[in-house]
């Protein structure tokens, strides 16, 4: 008989500890989001910024536009490896700081892992000299 109120005391202790930090758990959660590229088309600014031949990195956004002649591609700088914002442009070479990967600003190619998948593409125009990206059509 001394048994039985300890065991229920105990159980209603741990329900009272576990129950505020499983919602602060789904708090913590429920508002979080990463980087993202464009949802939406977006004025980049002008296209004199992106040198024939090259890349240019457009933080903010998050994307890369390169340019080849009057052709221009754009993709989303959201690493594909775990999705972290690439800061860093050497020439047409993407480099992730999280973890070392490295992308072509170019085709979005997967040029050193740990990323396997390219960069997602993302439509682009430039439109009365000014670069508009967003997401792929
Ligand atoms: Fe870019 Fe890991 S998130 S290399």
Redesign the pocket.
């Known amino acids: 008989m001394s048994g039985r109120p300890a065991p229920s005391r105990r159980l209603l202790l741990k329900s009272a500890a576990a129950t505020p930090a499983a919602g602060l758990a789904l708090t913590a959660c429920s508002g979080e989001t990463g980087p993202a590229a464009p949802t939406a088309p977006v004025d980049l600014g002008a296209a004199s910024e992106v040198p024939e031949g090259g890349a240019h990195l457009y933080r903010d956004h998050n994307v890369v536009v390169s340019r080849s002649g009057d052709t221009y591609t754009a993709h989303s700088t959201i ?1 594909t ?4 914002a690439i800061n860093k442009l050497q020439g047409t070479t993407l480099i ?1 700081p ?4 490295e992308f072509d600003a170019r085709t979005g190619d997967v040029l050193r892992d ?2 396997t998948e390219p960069l997602q593409k993302l439509s682009v125009q430039a439109k009365n000299g000014r670069i508009v990206a967003g997401p792929a059509d």
């Open positions: 690493c490896h775990a999705g972290c992730c999280c973890h070392g990967s740990p990323a």
